[in-house]
């Protein structure tokens, strides 16, 4: 038994790479109070690569605010009571730029919160230089595009609407050379759009626009224009039927093509609840 390695005593380069993939909470809130030299671990920026942050965050309000409320997350919960902090002072902005500190410029996916404000975002262009993964939710899509530009390394981008979408799309061709997927949700795809998408991103491996309104002619245009696409994910879509045999044809050449549950109609207004929360925020599920 003398000889038996206890976990306390591993190298820090296997620590890290063990507490990189166990998440933001746990990272947090758990593994640091286990002895110091997992403490010590967690202090390493590599544990910290990929920040992303629950749904149930808040932004910051004026008024004071009830532990016991459910619109509070767990994680702010857990941090306020594990630290003892004054909850009538707490900042939800600065906690989230405490925790993006940790990551000291090596983080590569970003997935902010619906809630995010502007100032989270313009700290995170500051700090999270690396990104290759970004996740936006609408509010800040429909806000500043030109701070996109800063990722330059960037190859995944998610995007919570449309709004916006070909100013987005210009600083990418300028800034984001490296981009090869966009998912976009509650996207509304028109001519316009669809021409942008073409002219801005002629090589995007990879475009996902599930449960988009998107008019038959523009997803035509993007057919014929998007050479290089190697996954066109248009499911449940509105504008087009998933029938549609033009359609098929044109996307013959499209390895990954999906276009299952899509309408030229919308006939039940998404009374069937088919639509996750993530994809209504961020356009990805479970896939």
């Not at 306390?8 to 933001?24: S, W």
């Not at 998933?242 to 990954?256: F, Q, T």
Request: charged residues 25%.
């Amino acid at each position: 038994m003398e000889d038996e390695r206890r976990w306390e005593e591993l190298e820090v380069d296997c620590l890290v790479n063990i507490f990189g993939r166990v998440g933001m909470e746990s990272l947090l809130l758990d593994v640091p109070f286990v002895c110091k030299s997992w403490y010590r671990a967690t202090l390493n920026p590599s544990c910290w690569q990929y920040l992303k942050f629950p749904d149930d965050l808040i932004s910051d309000c004026t008024c004071s605010f009830d532990l016991g409320d459910p619109h509070w997350g767990t994680l702010i919960q857990r941090f306020i009571d594990e630290y003892r902090l004054d909850e009538s002072r707490f900042s939800v902005t600065a906690f989230v730029k405490f925790i993006i500190s940790r990551s000291k410029g090596k983080a590569i996916y970003l997935r902010l919160s619906p809630s995010a404000s502007e100032d989270v975002l313009k700290y995170a262009a500051d700090e999270c230089p690396a990104l290759k993964f970004l996740a936006l939710p609408c509010r800040l899509v429909n806000r500043k595009s030109s701070i996109i530009g800063k990722w330059t390394n960037l190859e995944y981008l998610v995007l919570g609407s449309s709004y916006n979408l070909e100013n987005f799309l210009g600083q990418i061709s300028i800034h984001c050379k490296n981009l090869c997927l966009l998912n976009v949700a509650n996207a509304n795809i028109g001519k316009d759009k669809a021409m942008a998408i073409v002219s801005l991103l002629p090589k995007l491996k990879q475009l996902i626009l599930k449960n988009a309104i998107i008019d038959r002619g523009a997803l035509v245009t993007l057919l014929q224009g998007c050479n290089e696409l190697e996954r066109l994910d248009v499911s449940n879509c509105i504008g087009f039927d998933e029938g549609d045999e033009e359609i098929a044809k044109l996307a013959s050449h499209i390895a990954n093509f999906s276009s299952g549950g899509s309408t030229l109609f919308d006939y039940d207004d998404y009374d069937d609840g088919h639509i996750s929360h993530d994809e209504m925020v961020y356009g990805y599920g479970s896939d």
